[in-house]
């Protein structure tokens, strides 16, 4: 079954095609005056195509012919420029979780140069180890945690761009847990579990202050999985599911939550590194 959004696709990809030929531009000068590739504009005029652009490609393209973007989805038949179309409030995603989704990443490069926000479902990604990673992730195929791998050293690198502005909060209980084999780590072997620890000892004190973790008391407070990504988006992690938050107040209220989790941790970034070590010692 279709849906609304599945109905617009035809009529985009007939009037992307007419306003390209309109503008006697090739593909290539078209897609390069608007910052898109060649090939990401010729998969949107490609009849096999299932998903319409992100918002602001379609407000560029519309920019770029002189067509309002509501006559570009066809939901016009008046192509006067002027009309600004906005991405939805708040959108279900599938697929969360598959460590061969690209999303995550193009939501942390769109928001470079803004704060995020991150509540994690376990550890913080880009400290894991790949033996973590391996260990969390063993139920999948070995591509999908060579992908997982690949998503974490790609943040971790992203979190060592002078420019980047991250904090995390989780509670103190998830990393005693972690450190004594508790939950889903019961069956992880004592030196993996160390060597994470000592590894994500090292890494916080090179990454601080750009990165700061907070642990609150989860007897206190409680949270799922959620990021907020500047004032683009907060996307909430609920299974197998995203839910994006994309209107300025949702983003709002989500921001303020994860502050209240910062202003009630009773470990603050400098003395995460104390407990952990300290996790360290009673773990020989």
Not at 203 to 221: A, K, N
Not at 228 to 235: K, N
Request: hydrophobic share 40%; net charge negative.
């Amino acid at each position: 079954m279709t849906t609304a959004r599945d109905d617009l696709i035809p009529p985009f990809r007939e009037r992307l095609a007419e306003v390209i030929e309109r503008s006697g531009k090739s593909r290539a000068a078209f897609a390069a005056a608007i910052g898109l590739d060649r090939s990401t504009l010729s998969q949107l005029l490609s009849s096999e195509n299932e998903r319409l652009p992100r918002a602001e490609t379609v407000v560029a393209l519309a920019r770029e012919a002189g067509v309002s973007t509501d006559w570009l989805l066809g939901l016009s038949q008046s192509a006067e420029a002027g009309t600004q179309v906005v991405a939805r409030p708040l959108e279900i995603e599938s697929g969360a979780g598959d460590p061969l989704d690209e999303r995550l990443t193009r939501w942390h490069n769109e928001a470079v140069g803004s704060k995020i926000r991150y509540v994690p479902a376990t550890l913080p990604d880009l400290l894991k180890t790949d033996a973590t990673i391996d260990f969390e992730y063993h139920q999948l195929s070995q591509r999908a945690q060579e992908a997982q791998r690949e998503q974490s050293e790609a943040r971790l690198a992203y979190s060592r761009r002078p420019e980047t502005d991250m904090e995390v909060c989780t509670s103190f209980q998830m990393v005693e847990a972690f450190a004594r084999g508790e939950m889903i780590w019961r069956t992880m072997p004592v030196a993996q579990r160390r060597a994470q620890l000592e590894e994500m000892a090292k890494l916080l004190d090179e990454l601080y202050p750009t990165f700061r973790w907070f642990l609150y008391d989860g007897l206190q407070r409680f949270s799922i999985p959620v990021t907020v990504y500047g004032q683009q988006r907060a996307v909430l992690y609920v299974g197998g599911m995203f839910i994006v938050l994309q209107a300025t107040e949702h983003i709002r209220v989500m921001s303020k939550h994860f502050d209240d989790l910062v202003r009630a941790a009773v470990v603050q970034p400098p003395d995460v590194i104390p407990l952990i070590e300290g996790l360290l010692r009673k773990s020989k």
